[in-house]
């Protein structure tokens, strides 16, 4: 039985990919830079991005919000006056607890690509299932919140290595937490040696300036892969 | 697709069922009550566990650990003397992102149920679908620590409609969040109005005791339904 769910697990990525690819393509036409952004739930997503959005300097940023269910994260992003576009997988899409390729291809007649220099995908919060399906992005960033605890990388090791950035954030309560920074980093670098981390909280502004240089930086023109 | 995927989807949660039952018969024939903990990453699940399950009096209880790798929880709650019995959804079961009834299944032989009046089956971190899959548990508990925000009701209804308790951990940090207590509450009762729901922080030991006690009270002999 469980050979059979492996081989179908294989089929069913084997497609995303195929339709991750013509989104690619559609995005490298379109010269839009775009950054898969996942965590769990409450890590802070959408408040790290409220943070950076409206002040991307010559940067023309837009959202595609995944939700279960709800338009709330998209709702607080439409504010910052960005194109926001909501994808429910709990609407036609079986409830899924990711986003898939397919998903962003249907949605896509909505995204503004032309006027775009750069489109987060914000993605559903769990940190299993959306580490498993690219959807077409040229970056993956994942958020870990320090309230987790130190040994989510070895729990979730697909999702730390799929990942070319980690935010650490809400670090504005380490002083209010048992948490060791260093054990939490020494982990991170079990699971995927040297990768890039920023140390950043929503709340108090730490870090987020060099966040907002990162995006900027992979939004450039000269950044998009050819 | 979709109607495709969907009517897969439907298959697999009635194969579920049917093994869900089976365990049920099982807990049942050794009269343990089973108790399916969820949350979402780092909510605190073991935390919580941890502070319980060495003082629950005369309530002889195991522990069936779900993660998708490692055992570093199994091997946390081992240190409280409980048996405790490790699932890893990455190790044969393709990394699934919940447990399911066939999983439980095939760990019962190494459960010692004869032995046990309440077994807490930890699930994996994700507030999406473990909430679909019923393992045959007689209760579902989940945990949703403040940190993660307000919003957390409306974004994953269906989790917070399958239990019939919420345990709100980490209270202690409610001081140093801007987290607004009466705003979840408020939004928890709009998607399961009434559900029981305990304040709890297992740092400070603030709440563990009416935990306990639910606890010792659903694994009462003459709680568990015949």
């Given at each position: 039985m469980h050979r059979v769910r492996v081989r179908i697990v294989e089929d069913v990525l084997d497609a995303n990919d195929t339709i991750a690819r013509a989104n690619r393509d559609d995005f490298d036409a379109n010269a839009v830079t775009v950054v898969n952004l996942m965590s769990a739930p409450g890590a802070g997503k959408t408040s790290l991005l409220e943070r950076v959005l409206g002040g991307l300097d010559g940067v023309r940023a837009g959202v595609l919000e995944g939700d279960v269910q709800g338009s709330l994260d998209a709702e607080r992003l439409a504010t910052l006056h960005v194109p926001v576009t909501q994808i429910e997988t709990g609407n036609g899409f079986g409830g899924e607890c990711h986003l898939d390729a397919n998903m962003v291809r249907l949605s896509l007649p909505q995204v503004p690509l032309e006027k775009l220099d750069l489109l987060v995908i914000e993605n559903?919060?769990?940190?299993?299932c959306p580490a498993e399906?690219?959807?077409?992005?040229?970056h993956r960033v994942m958020v870990c919140s320090?309230?987790?605890?130190?040994?989510k990388p070895l729990k979730y090791p697909l999702m730390f290595r799929a990942c070319e950035l980690v935010l650490v954030n809400k670090i504005d309560l380490l002083p209010h937490l048992d948490y060791d920074l260093d054990k939490f980093l020494y982990n991170l670098d079990a699971v995927h040696p040297g990768v890039e981390r920023l140390l950043v909280?929503?709340?108090?502004?730490?870090g987020v300036e060099a966040w907002r240089d990162w995006l900027t930086r992979v939004a450039a023109p000269e950044a998009v892969p050819a």
């Open positions: 559903v919060g769990n940190l299993v399906f690219r959807v077409g992005e040229h320090v309230a987790e605890g130190e040994d909280s929503a709340k108090t502004s730490e």
